[in-house]
């Protein structure tokens, strides 16, 4: 996983993979796990069958799974 910082230093996480990767800015990220933002509706770059069912099913909050916004209907300008 590669993640942009908002000062713009370059986060990675675990070893180049090539069955899947998440890659973008660290705010949309967590937009996305927070369950504020559909994945749909950033510019992350989700690679690979197994990155793009983590990223539908992430959350980073206790309690059973919930469903996240459609795409659409949480933008940001």
């Known amino acids: 996983m590669v993640q942009t910082a908002p000062s713009g230093a370059i986060w990675e996480w675990?070893?180049?993979s090539t069955s899947g990767l998440v890659e973008g800015a660290a705010v949309e990220?967590?937009?996305v796990v927070?369950?504020?933002r559909n994945?749909?509706?950033t510019a992350l770059r989700v690679e690979g069958e197994v990155a793009q069912r983590w990223m539908?099913?992430?959350q980073c909050f206790a309690g059973?799974?919930?469903d996240p916004p459609k795409p659409g209907e949480?933008?940001?300008t």
Do not use: H, K, S, Y
Request: proline share 5%; aromatic share 10%; charged share 20%.
């Open 74 to 76: 949480r933008t940001w």
């Open 29 to 31: 990220f967590a937009q």
């Open 34 to 36: 927070t369950q504020v």
């Open 14 to 16: 675990n070893e180049e």
């Open 39 to 41: 994945v749909a509706d």
């Open 56 to 58: 539908a099913i992430a």
């Open 64 to 66: 059973g799974p919930v």
